[in-house]
């Protein structure tokens, strides 16, 4: 007896050793768990800046954001900012696992390893090639992992394996912000908005990609189920989550309804999270999304 108490003790040491340190526009609330750090983005109206989750909430964002006549801007975190998180967590005893929004949508990632050179062995950053709920899918990963035991460098190899199942679609219900952040041309924008065209995207390897434009939400609700379905469905086992942008989730109730065949008899219930600014500055108010861990590579 006294050896497995011994045996317990050293393992619940190990498992209190790691820590997460995620940045927020993976949109997991400040304070949500004591193992997970989240490090806010700078979100400016003008010439004000917010720290988002912290002196801006997702609700008080959306106000701003339709109050707004010009777009926000959303900053990468700097090197300096993940320092301090890493020099807190060290000085602790802890060792960091690391895990940005994706790459190529931001410098954060980059911020993040230039920051993590000076302290080899004790933080480990991971790209999660992925955003809002998709990241906060593999977070919650993480720290399932963390409960399982294994070792930050187990932790690490299966996050880099298991983030390429993941998969995160979305129904936009405008193309009014991607035109105002210049990421298409006005005449397409003000094309798409006269055929009501919602466009159905998703996130390959950390890039935006579109699956398809849709005439409606019936259609674009079709093309979400059409994605899930290519990809093998959803893995139950692993975390998902569904998310929306704006100030009510109206939209994103009529399409679990809609959707029913895909949830009914497989989960208790579905998790859902408000998306920030990060992405919200994009896409607008009115956009859905599911982030699941696919059954099947992609």
Known sequence: PATMAGHLRK??????????????AADIPQNYDEKILV?????????????DGVNL??????????ESDELPRTSQLPPFEFE?????????????????????????YQSACMAAEKYEGKVHVVDSESVTVGQRALITYARQL?????????????LNSAKRKIQVVALLDTLEYLKKGG????????FGEMLSIKPVVSLERGEVVILGKAHGSKNGNNLLMKRIREVGGIDYDMPYFLGYTGLSDKLLQKYIKDSSVLWEGLVDELPISTVGGTIGTHVGPGAIAVAFFAKENS
């Open 11 to 24: 393992n619940e040491v190990k498992t209190m050793s790691i820590r997460i340190i995620t940045d927020s």
């Open 146 to 158: 963390i409960d399982r035991d294994l070792s930050p460098e187990e932790i690490v190899a299966e």
């Open 57 to 66: 909430s997702h609700t008080e964002f959306y106000e701003k954001l339709i």
């Open 39 to 51: 490090l806010p983005l700078h979100i400016s109206f003008g010439e004000e800046e917010y720290l």
């Open 84 to 108: 301090e998180a890493y020099r807190k967590v060290t000085e602790a005893g802890d060792t960091a696992i690391v895990i940005t929004l994706a790459g190529k949508l931001s410098g954060t």
């Open 183 to 190: 990421r298409i041309p006005k005449t397409v924008a003000a």
